[in-house]
């Protein structure tokens, strides 16, 4: 049977929208809010109302929270479904091949929100105005863990109707600005792991601290909040999925919601290296650097070889990306998949960010152009979500047939 690995025609305007607004709203304005690190972008409200017109439509994708779009509707034979998740895949990707900061400011479209798109039920999505009038941050990592997400020590102890939250979470993105916070809290330290559940928080809400934000390396236009919660009641209904503690199933629960981020993480740095490459391709051709397709990449120049090379490990990560993407819109267990795209695609935002800079040289390290900014930015997507090791873990987990206590 031949592969197909054309997109869906109906996903073209996702894409010329996300690419207008990569080049239209966000190049021009990179490097100022690069440099005025902390400041929100005001140009962003524009893409939140557009962004909410597309909600509206069904072409947001899950990152809007219509990424559960058709996935429960029945189909005809053959139907191959390219929702919320492929959207959001895309949405992510060409607005990052603007700037991966800004696409994390983006109003409404914060990784909290592919989070909730994951595990709430219908009733829970109605209850947040169908999803689109959240914009919501992911609350795990906590100052004593970072890989180890079943490490969690925030508490959410229940309290006749409500849930009470104690804890601090760090490095949280979009946290200061986003509406609410997807938090990871246990509701009974004593059951271990399966009574870590995630809950929707409202940010502006009493218990609830912004502390500080972080001074970063890159993705500087973003905020990266540190945030305190102190005695914080929530209404019961806001506990994302079934608030049953099976000591059996331990957190996979929770663990889905990554089935969603990491390839929306991936189509990140699939998006900022195609913007590397683009500006790396125009560099060699002025400086009269041939790429020849129909010759091997060993007969021709270092550096045309070495392009040849990144454009080769831009289209796996790009193709690894849709795949996981495609799997969760066709509700196929795709843990696997997400982490292999993460995997790949972080690691090539990396290389081929920092080879761009090395093959430009003194122009690519300068701030004449945005290559090092883009290299500074990449460095995050393969951190982020989980990081290459936990990666390379996970997949080495699932392709041997071993438990996380056999393979650690
Ligand atoms: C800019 C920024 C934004 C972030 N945004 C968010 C966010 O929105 N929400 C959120 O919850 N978190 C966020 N984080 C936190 C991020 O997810 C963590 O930094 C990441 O999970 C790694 O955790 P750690 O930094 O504690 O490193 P550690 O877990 O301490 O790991 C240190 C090193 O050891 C390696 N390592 C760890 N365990 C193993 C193992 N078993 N085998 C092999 N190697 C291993 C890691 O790969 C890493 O290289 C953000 C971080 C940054 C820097």
Redesign the pocket.
Known sequence: MAINLELPKKLDNTIDQARQAALQIFRPISRKYDLAEHTYPVELDTLASLYSGLAATGQAGAGAAGGRGDANKERPEGYVANGGNMQSVLNSMWASYGDVALMLSIPYQG?GNAAIAAVATDEQLEMLGGGDEVWA?????EPS????SAAVTTTAIADGDEYVLNGE???????SRASHIVVWASVDRSLGRAAIKSFVVPREHPGVTIVRL?H?LG?RA?D?AVIRFEDCRIPKEYLLGSPEVDVKKGFGGVMQTFDNTRPMVAAMAVGVSRAALEELRKLLEDAGVEIDYDRPAADQSAAAAEFIRLEADWEASYLLTLRAAWMADNKEPNSLQASMSKAKAGRTGTDVTNKAVELASTYGYSERTLLEKWARDSK?LD????????QQ?IIARRVLGKSSAEL?
């Open positions: 990784l941050s992911m609350a795990i990592t863990f970072g890989s180890d979470k760090i490095f949280v993105t979009a946290g972080e970063k993705i973003s990266t995050i951190i982020f979500e989980g990081t290459q090791q936990i873990l650690k």
